[in-house]
């Protein structure tokens, strides 16, 4: 059983776009999270929710919104796609203490 | 905030010698420190962390890390590297006596093993 799982695995999509990936972890974890992971493999966080609170949110484009229905789900809903929204975007999960954090296979978005 | 750094984009060793992958760190509280593999096309595997107790600490694959908090560093060792050990490893860093979950990742490092 897969315990971060998200999809679409794969996405490509025109610019001005609306499109969401979705997130589900079935490891009992409290803490959810987003990374974007660009085209030079740099992994950077954008955002964490606990228990369905927003915990992290770094600067990005207020385009980008989190959705956690509950704390199994974080779906990322991304509107008006750009170019530069081009990456790999990672789900992960962690027990409320943090100590280990476990992703998802990725989701490669293209936007053309 | 806490940050990480990987001092080399690539490394390059032969099968069966020892390979070694550096990780330096900032942190303002107390250090957790972790090692995450990232084969092509995967998602990012948990290797090893540190949190508390030895310096060295055992993890997947063979896979070892020496914590040392005069250096600040967290280097990740294998005494026989493998062709199947070539992939992206990512260092990483979390501020033990935060409030919250904040898990800052390095830029990663390149592992070239050849046969």
Redesign the interface.
């Known amino acids: 059983d897969t315990a971060?799982s998200q999809t679409p695995k794969y996405l490509v999509t025109q610019m001005g776009n609306d499109k969401s990936i979705k997130c589900e972890q079935n490891l009992g974890h409290d803490?959810m999270?987003w990374?974007k992971q660009d085209s030079?493999?740099?992994?950077?966080?954008m955002f964490?929710y606990?228990n369905k609170e927003l915990?992290?949110n770094e600067t990005v484009p207020n385009r980008f919104s989190p959705k956690s229905p509950d704390k199994a789900h974080l779906n990322l809903h991304i509107n008006s796609l750009e170019l530069g929204d081009s990456a790999v975007y990672?789900c992960?999960s962690?027990s409320?203490s943090?100590?280990?954090?476990?992703?998802?296979?990725?989701s490669w978005l293209t936007v053309v | 905030a806490q940050s990480v750094a990987q001092p080399e984009d690539q490394v390059n060793v032969a099968e069966g010698n020892p390979l070694t992958v550096k990780c330096t760190y900032s942190v303002s509280g107390n250090p957790?420190l972790?090692w995450?593999v990232?084969y092509p096309?995967?998602?990012?595997?948990?290797l090893l962390?540190y949190?508390t107790g030895d310096n060295l600490v055992k993890g997947s694959y063979g896979f070892e890390a020496e914590f040392n908090k005069s250096q600040t560093s967290f280097h990740l060792k294998k005494p026989s590297a493998l062709v199947s050990d070539s992939a992206?490893y990512?260092c990483?860093v979390?501020d033990g006596g935060g409030h919250?979950?904040?898990?800052?990742?390095g830029?990663?490092t390149r592992l070239t093993v050849k046969p």
Do not use: C, P, W
Not at chain 1, 40 to 45: A, R
Not at chain 1, 98 to 106: A, H, Q, V
């Open positions: 971060v803490t999270y990374y030079k493999k740099f992994l950077k966080i964490s606990n915990i992290i990672f992960a962690s409320h943090g100590n280990t954090i476990y992703f998802g296979e990725g | 957790y972790f995450y990232q096309n995967r998602g990012l595997q948990f962390k949190i992206l990512f990483a979390r919250n979950n904040d898990m800052r990742f830029a990663g």
